[in-house]
Protein backbone atom coordinates (compact mmCIF):
# COMPACT_ATOMS: atom_id res chain seq x y z
CA UNK A 1 0.00 0.00 0.00
CA UNK A 2 1.02 3.61 -0.94
CA UNK A 3 1.94 5.65 2.25
CA UNK A 4 4.08 8.32 3.57
CA UNK A 5 4.62 8.45 7.01
CA UNK A 6 6.52 11.61 8.53
CA UNK A 7 8.55 12.58 11.73
CA UNK A 8 8.08 14.41 14.31
CA UNK A 9 4.75 14.74 14.52
CA UNK A 10 5.56 18.28 16.23
CA UNK A 11 8.46 20.07 17.02
CA UNK A 12 8.94 22.88 19.23
CA UNK A 13 12.47 25.07 18.92
CA UNK A 14 14.09 28.43 19.10
CA UNK A 15 14.22 30.98 16.76
CA UNK A 16 17.63 31.00 15.39
CA UNK A 17 17.87 27.40 15.35
CA UNK A 18 17.91 24.92 12.96
CA UNK A 19 16.06 21.35 12.26
CA UNK A 20 15.12 18.57 10.16
CA UNK A 21 11.96 17.06 9.50
CA UNK A 22 11.65 13.61 8.44
CA UNK A 23 9.66 11.70 5.85
CA UNK A 24 9.43 7.76 4.82
CA UNK A 25 7.57 6.27 1.52
CA UNK A 26 6.30 3.75 0.46
CA UNK A 27 4.78 5.02 -2.96
CA UNK A 28 6.29 2.78 -5.79
CA UNK A 29 6.87 2.91 -9.03
CA UNK A 30 8.15 6.57 -7.81
CA UNK A 31 7.93 9.52 -9.99
CA UNK A 32 8.73 13.20 -7.65
CA UNK A 33 8.71 13.71 -4.27
CA UNK A 34 6.69 17.42 -2.44
CA UNK A 35 7.32 19.15 0.49
CA UNK A 36 4.69 21.57 1.32
CA UNK A 37 4.34 24.59 3.70
CA UNK A 38 0.84 25.24 5.32
CA UNK A 39 0.33 28.18 7.48
CA UNK A 40 -2.66 27.66 9.90
CA UNK A 41 -5.88 28.51 8.15
CA UNK A 42 -4.39 28.63 4.79
CA UNK A 43 -3.74 26.17 1.97
CA UNK A 44 -0.57 24.80 1.23
CA UNK A 45 2.11 25.91 -0.78
CA UNK A 46 4.80 24.60 -2.56
CA UNK A 47 8.49 24.32 -1.50
CA UNK A 48 10.24 22.34 -3.52
CA UNK A 49 9.19 19.44 -6.18
CA UNK A 50 11.79 16.33 -6.78
CA UNK A 51 12.12 13.83 -8.83
CA UNK A 52 14.27 10.43 -8.78
CA UNK A 53 17.54 12.30 -9.95
CA UNK A 54 17.78 15.24 -7.46
CA UNK A 55 19.58 14.40 -4.37
CA UNK A 56 19.55 18.18 -2.90
CA UNK A 57 16.83 21.17 -3.92
CA UNK A 58 17.12 24.44 -2.05
CA UNK A 59 14.67 27.16 -1.76
CA UNK A 60 15.91 30.03 0.57
CA UNK A 61 16.86 29.21 3.88
CA UNK A 62 14.80 25.31 2.94
CA UNK A 63 16.76 22.22 1.98
CA UNK A 64 15.13 19.20 0.88
CA UNK A 65 17.50 15.51 0.47
CA UNK A 66 15.60 12.70 -1.36
CA UNK A 67 17.29 9.15 -1.13
CA UNK A 68 15.91 7.15 -3.06
CA UNK A 69 17.05 3.87 -2.12
CA UNK A 70 15.59 3.83 1.20
CA UNK A 71 13.23 5.89 0.04
CA UNK A 72 13.69 8.63 2.34
CA UNK A 73 13.43 12.39 2.37
CA UNK A 74 14.10 15.19 5.02
CA UNK A 75 13.49 19.54 5.19
CA UNK A 76 16.16 21.02 6.87
CA UNK A 77 15.17 24.46 7.86
CA UNK A 78 18.30 26.91 8.71
CA UNK A 79 18.29 30.23 10.91
CA UNK A 80 14.38 29.21 11.87
CA UNK A 81 12.36 32.47 11.77
CA UNK A 82 8.67 33.03 13.88
CA UNK A 83 7.09 33.13 10.45
CA UNK A 84 8.61 29.04 9.80
CA UNK A 85 5.74 28.36 11.92
CA UNK A 86 3.88 26.65 9.99
CA UNK A 87 2.71 22.52 9.09
CA UNK A 88 5.31 21.05 6.83
CA UNK A 89 3.95 17.76 4.70
CA UNK A 90 5.91 16.06 2.58
CA UNK A 91 3.65 14.56 -0.74
CA UNK A 92 5.01 11.97 -3.31
CA UNK A 93 3.23 11.07 -6.64
CA UNK A 94 3.42 7.55 -8.30
CA UNK A 95 4.04 7.28 -12.05
CA UNK A 96 0.90 5.21 -12.56
CA UNK A 97 -1.67 7.93 -11.55
CA UNK A 98 -2.09 11.25 -12.81
CA UNK A 99 -4.10 12.62 -10.46
CA UNK A 100 -3.49 11.03 -7.53
CA UNK A 101 -1.03 12.03 -5.00
CA UNK A 102 -0.28 10.44 -1.29
CA UNK A 103 -0.16 12.63 1.51
CA UNK A 104 1.74 12.55 4.75
CA UNK A 105 -0.04 13.79 7.96
CA UNK A 106 2.34 16.36 8.33
CA UNK A 107 4.59 18.08 11.33
CA UNK A 108 3.62 20.64 13.27
CA UNK A 109 6.42 23.30 13.75
CA UNK A 110 6.67 25.90 16.18
CA UNK A 111 8.87 28.60 16.25
CA UNK A 112 9.40 30.25 20.02
CA UNK A 113 10.95 33.85 20.50
CA UNK B 1 0.30 33.60 -5.14
CA UNK B 2 -2.33 31.56 -7.92
CA UNK B 3 -5.33 33.32 -8.47
CA UNK B 4 -7.75 31.06 -6.52
CA UNK B 5 -10.55 31.73 -4.76
CA UNK B 6 -13.35 29.74 -3.07
CA UNK B 7 -16.85 30.71 -1.48
CA UNK B 8 -17.56 30.36 1.10
CA UNK B 9 -14.83 30.53 3.54
CA UNK B 10 -17.42 29.73 6.47
CA UNK B 11 -20.06 27.68 6.51
CA UNK B 12 -22.62 26.25 8.87
CA UNK B 13 -25.19 23.80 8.40
CA UNK B 14 -27.41 21.01 9.00
CA UNK B 15 -27.90 17.45 8.53
CA UNK B 16 -29.89 16.60 5.27
CA UNK B 17 -29.13 19.96 3.50
CA UNK B 18 -27.76 20.58 0.19
CA UNK B 19 -24.04 22.75 0.18
CA UNK B 20 -22.13 23.59 -3.12
CA UNK B 21 -18.82 24.92 -2.60
CA UNK B 22 -17.40 27.31 -5.20
CA UNK B 23 -13.71 27.46 -6.44
CA UNK B 24 -12.41 30.18 -9.07
CA UNK B 25 -9.26 30.37 -10.53
CA UNK B 26 -8.04 33.21 -12.94
CA UNK B 27 -4.92 31.14 -14.06
CA UNK B 28 -6.46 29.36 -16.98
CA UNK B 29 -5.34 26.06 -15.67
CA UNK B 30 -6.53 22.88 -16.69
CA UNK B 31 -6.34 20.49 -14.23
CA UNK B 32 -8.64 21.07 -10.62
CA UNK B 33 -9.00 19.21 -7.76
CA UNK B 34 -10.72 18.83 -4.82
CA UNK B 35 -9.98 17.62 -1.26
CA UNK B 36 -10.48 17.48 2.49
CA UNK B 37 -8.28 17.98 5.08
CA UNK B 38 -9.10 16.15 8.60
CA UNK B 39 -7.22 16.37 11.87
CA UNK B 40 -4.03 13.21 11.96
CA UNK B 41 -4.99 12.95 8.05
CA UNK B 42 -3.44 13.60 5.05
CA UNK B 43 -5.36 15.59 2.58
CA UNK B 44 -7.54 13.46 0.53
CA UNK B 45 -8.54 13.96 -3.03
CA UNK B 46 -12.05 13.80 -3.85
CA UNK B 47 -12.74 14.38 -6.88
CA UNK B 48 -10.61 15.79 -9.82
CA UNK B 49 -11.22 17.88 -13.13
CA UNK B 50 -8.86 17.52 -16.49
CA UNK B 51 -11.20 19.96 -18.57
CA UNK B 52 -14.15 21.54 -18.87
CA UNK B 53 -17.16 18.72 -18.30
CA UNK B 54 -14.38 16.35 -17.39
CA UNK B 55 -14.55 15.18 -13.84
CA UNK B 56 -13.32 11.67 -11.93
CA UNK B 57 -13.68 10.29 -8.61
CA UNK B 58 -10.76 10.49 -6.10
CA UNK B 59 -10.54 7.91 -3.50
CA UNK B 60 -12.93 9.83 -0.74
CA UNK B 61 -15.81 10.63 -3.48
CA UNK B 62 -19.05 9.05 -1.86
CA UNK B 63 -21.59 11.52 -0.99
CA UNK B 64 -20.07 14.17 -3.27
CA UNK B 65 -20.39 15.73 -6.73
CA UNK B 66 -18.96 18.11 -8.99
CA UNK B 67 -19.43 20.05 -11.70
CA UNK B 68 -17.45 22.18 -14.29
CA UNK B 69 -19.27 24.16 -16.91
CA UNK B 70 -16.18 26.22 -17.56
CA UNK B 71 -12.64 26.47 -16.97
CA UNK B 72 -12.05 28.61 -14.28
CA UNK B 73 -14.95 27.10 -11.77
CA UNK B 74 -15.28 24.25 -10.20
CA UNK B 75 -18.16 22.82 -8.10
CA UNK B 76 -17.96 20.57 -5.23
CA UNK B 77 -21.74 19.53 -4.29
CA UNK B 78 -22.92 17.69 -0.85
CA UNK B 79 -26.38 16.54 -1.80
CA UNK B 80 -27.43 15.54 1.56
CA UNK B 81 -24.67 16.58 3.89
CA UNK B 82 -23.68 14.02 6.91
CA UNK B 83 -22.00 15.20 10.11
CA UNK B 84 -19.46 13.21 8.88
CA UNK B 85 -18.46 15.58 6.27
CA UNK B 86 -17.90 18.22 8.04
CA UNK B 87 -14.15 18.97 7.71
CA UNK B 88 -11.86 21.92 5.60
CA UNK B 89 -12.17 21.49 1.69
CA UNK B 90 -9.37 22.87 -0.62
CA UNK B 91 -9.19 23.40 -4.15
CA UNK B 92 -6.09 23.09 -6.35
CA UNK B 93 -5.37 24.01 -9.69
CA UNK B 94 -2.32 22.67 -11.73
CA UNK B 95 -0.95 22.62 -14.77
CA UNK B 96 -0.38 19.52 -15.35
CA UNK B 97 -0.91 16.05 -13.91
CA UNK B 98 1.13 15.05 -10.88
CA UNK B 99 3.15 13.07 -11.71
CA UNK B 100 4.95 16.07 -13.80
CA UNK B 101 6.81 18.36 -11.72
CA UNK B 102 4.31 21.31 -11.75
CA UNK B 103 3.17 22.24 -8.12
CA UNK B 104 -0.62 22.19 -7.42
CA UNK B 105 -1.80 25.46 -6.15
CA UNK B 106 -3.82 26.03 -3.65
CA UNK B 107 -6.92 28.16 -2.37
CA UNK B 108 -7.62 28.93 1.16
CA UNK B 109 -10.01 26.63 2.13
CA UNK B 110 -13.99 26.35 3.16
CA UNK B 111 -14.38 25.56 6.45
CA UNK B 112 -17.77 23.43 6.97
CA UNK B 113 -19.75 22.07 9.70
CA UNK B 114 -22.60 19.85 9.83
CA UNK B 115 -25.09 19.46 12.66
Known amino acids: KNQVEQSPQSLIILEGKNCTLQCNYTVSPFSNLRWYKQDTGRGPVSLTIMTFSENTKSNGRYTATLDADTKQSSLHITASQLSDSASYICVVSAMDSNYQLIWGAGTKLIIKP | ?115
Open chain 2, 1 to 115: DAGITQSPRHKVTETGTPVTLRCHQTENHRYMYWYRQDPGHGLRLIHYSYGVKDTDKGEVSDGYSVSRSKTEDFLLTLESATSSQTSVYFCAISESVVRSNQPQHFGDGTRLSIL
